[in-house]
């Protein structure tokens, strides 16, 4: 069953709304978009599977849906998922509030427009600046994925783990990275973009 919320992330280009029930169809369909599954590398998804992972996501985290602010349309998804598994992560401090941010844009229409940048911009300020995380991290990006890992580092993420030659995908091996993004480094680089624009 999906657990839904009452919360809306408003950014430039997106706007953010929880995910319901109704949402599962359309999040079926992204999930098994040729386009997509070429880009994520990934085999097409049965009913059960697709359900089964959005079911997870909500009932771990803030799950919401990605809507395209010029046209109204909603184009993916975005979760600020809850993450205990310190050792996996490199996190040595279990105090820590740590989390991950799976994201998917499913109109391939929409890829390289800003719109997954917008929307992870209001997934870090919610996570960092409401509910007090001290790391998120984006992870399991595969090597081959250029575009996502140029929009992570373009975020202020850094490279913490590569498990080398991890995926076979087309004829080639490939590794899996993660990604995180620490609250001292969010915080100096949203003091920076302050400073700079006050200075304009």
Not at 11 to 39: C, H, I, Q, S, Y
Not at 78 to 100: A, Q, S, T, W
Not at 146 to 169: A, C, M, P, T, W
Request: hydrophobic share 35%; net charge negative; aromatic share 14%.
């Amino acid at each position: 069953m999906i657990r839904t919320h009452d919360i809306i992330l408003i950014g430039e280009k997106t706007r953010l709304r929880p995910f319901t029930e109704d949402d599962l169809e359309m999040a079926f369909e992204w999930n098994n978009n040729p386009l997509v599954l070429e880009a994520e590398g990934e085999p097409e998804h049965t009913w059960d599977e697709v359900v089964e992972v959005y079911e997870y996501l909500s009932n771990n985290g803030f799950l919401f849906i990605i809507e395209a602010t010029d046209t109204q349309e909603p184009i993916g998804e975005i979760c600020l998922l809850y993450d205990n598994d310190y050792e996996r992560l490199g996190v040595e401090d279990k105090n820590e509030l740590i989390y991950c941010i799976p994201i998917l844009i499913g109109k391939p229409e929409y890829w390289g427009k800003g719109y997954g940048k917008d929307a992870i911009k209001q997934i870090l300020k919610f996570a960092f600046e409401v509910m007090g995380a001290d790391r998120v991290f984006a992870t399991d990006i595969f090597s081959f994925s250029e575009r996502s890992i140029r929009l992570f580092n373009s975020l202020g993420f850094d490279e913490v783990r590569r498990d080398k030659n991890r995926i076979y995908y087309r004829g080639k091996y490939y590794d899996i990275i993660d990604f995180c993004l620490t609250r001292e480094k969010y915080f100096a680089q949203t003091r920076n973009k302050i400073y700079k624009n006050t200075n304009e």
